[in-house]
């Protein structure tokens, strides 16, 4: 079997939310490499880890998901961001995608409906 | 929006929640204004602080029995206190981030807090009136509590 060929972090403030994720994820093409509980961990974490695709929670203690959103785009704009938010309103997607994120997906969400997402999220065929 | 429009978003926010996260549809039943008494709390509550345009609370509160069998239909395995109170901090975070919908993008919300035990007290604004909204899923009862100015 190939190699998967994207790196998965996982942020999320609710490790239930981090491990579900992780869980749910049936891509082959997509590999779990870490978790992290806020957007200061992710940031320390891509260093070591260097995922390809992150899924963003935005309500977050310490350094929240927006901020996180601009400074990993900084770091890497080939990053892939897939932003996973109960915030339901229009303007905080518009917001998130300004900020560099490639996609949204609110919660709550099914298992299908975040695999449609991360496969979007990697341009692959359904 | 009036006080039963807004009541509804929340109503809408269960029920989506509940068929979507566990896959088992819930009931609500009518929600009541809890006048002269504070709402009772069950074992473990999560607490959102509503700040902007309304400030209040948004609380759900569930009994430890009712939130193990929810994270066994998330698959999850790990029933430890630790899960429980992240689930039920995350559950009030979604109801209220996903009230925002209908409430608009200045109905911020804080990151949850969670009270475990019964028999607490919740911090009510002094001029809130907390609306209860009765939740029934698999003969379990919970409660969603909203308290907003």
Redesign the interface.
Known sequence: MDAPLHRLLVVD?????R??IE?ANELPEIEFVGSARNGREALELYSLLRPTLVTMDL???EMDGAECVSKLVQRDPGIRILVI?????K??AIDALEKGASGFL?????DRQLNDALRKLIGAES | MTLETEVGVFVSGVLNYFGTTVQQAAQCGTPHLALGERPEMSDYTGVIQVSGKRTGLVAFTAPKSMLSVMLMRMQETDMSHENLCDLVGEIANTLSGNARRDFGHQFQISVPEVVSGRGGTLAYPAQGRPIVIPIEWRNYHARLIVCLQ
């Open positions: 403030d609710s490790n239930v939310i491990k579900r869980r309500t977050m203690p938010s109960a915030l339901a309103d303007l905080t609110c919660k709550p969400f099914t």
